[in-house]
T-cell receptor
Framework: KQEVTQIPAALSVPEGENLVLNCSFTDSAIYNLQWFRQDPGKGLTSLLLIQSSQREQTSGRLNASLDKSSGRSTLYIAASQPGDSATYLCAALNDYKLSFGAGTTVTVRA | NAGVTQTPKFRVLKTGQSMTLLCAQDMNHEYMYWYRQDPGMGLRLIHYSVGEGTTAKGEVPDGYNVSRLKKQNFLLGLESAAPSQTSVYFC???????????????FGPGTRLTVT
């Protein structure tokens, strides 16, 4: 059974600082890994998807890396802004099913 | 193109009542999923479907039933609601494995259910 862990559970940084969010998973036989953003009381917005054959994906200020052998993925957000405040979820795909971490709640202080 | 929609957005039930949540997608996706999200626990898979007329159990299926009579719709039923089923329910859909899109899952806005 895939177990996905995100540490820390919460993070508070001043505006402009780079964010580093960590995700670890126990079963390395994943098809892909997806990062989501969730605002309070809202649904999930997909940020980045990394295929199992890829090492990283980039979109604007966001960069996600994947190391299957060590069971880790990292989401980097450059030059954080107050609008980046949200909960970030990672999810690993095995056999049609996504397994989610509990998320990291980020607060960016102006 | 509405993507994934869910009906209703909010609902309050009394213990023992029944209800059906409707998920609809207009992207011609083969796969559809129902998840629940509880505080501090991330999302957990309830049931999923890999095609019209097929369903399968996920991680937490007890107390729920599903049906996929049409490709675009996936229904989640609670036959006798319990307070433990108070949660936020999300539906998602995706193309099948092997498609060039990389099997990304697209999520609906959620249904907030309270069982008293």
């Amino acid at each position: 059974k895939q177990e996905v862990t995100q540490i820390p559970a919460a993070l508070s940084v001043p505006e402009g600082e780079n964010l580093v969010l960590n995700c670890s998973f126990t079963d390395s036989a994943i098809y892909n890994l997806q990062w989501f953003r969730q605002d309070p009381g809202k649904g999930l917005t997909s940020l980045l998807l990394i295929q199992s054959s890829q090492r990283e994906q980039t979109s604007g200020r966001l960069n996600a890396s994947l190391d299957k052998s060590s069971g880790r993925s990292t989401l980097y957000i450059a030059a954080s802004q107050p609008g980046d405040s949200a909960t970030y979820l990672c999810a690993a795909l095995n056999d049609y099913k996504l397994s989610f971490g509990a998320g990291t709640t980020v607060t960016v202080r102006a | 193109n509405a993507g994934v929609t869910q009906t209703p957005k909010f609902r309050v039930l009394k213990t023992g009542q029944s209800m059906t949540l409707l998920c609809a997608q207009d992207m011609n996706h083969e796969y559809m999923y129902w998840y629940r999200q509880d505080p501090g626990m991330g999302l957990r898979l309830i049931h999923y479907s890999v095609g019209e007329g097929t369903t399968a159990k996920g991680e937490v299926p007890d107390g729920y039933n599903v049906s996929r009579l049409k490709k675009q719709n996936f229904l989640l039923g609670l036959e006798s609601a319990a307070p433990s089923q108070t949660s936020v329910y999300f539906c998602a859909s995706s193309y099948s494995l092997g498609e060039p899109t990389g099997y990304e899952q697209y999520f609906g806005p959620g249904t907030r259910l309270t069982v008293t």
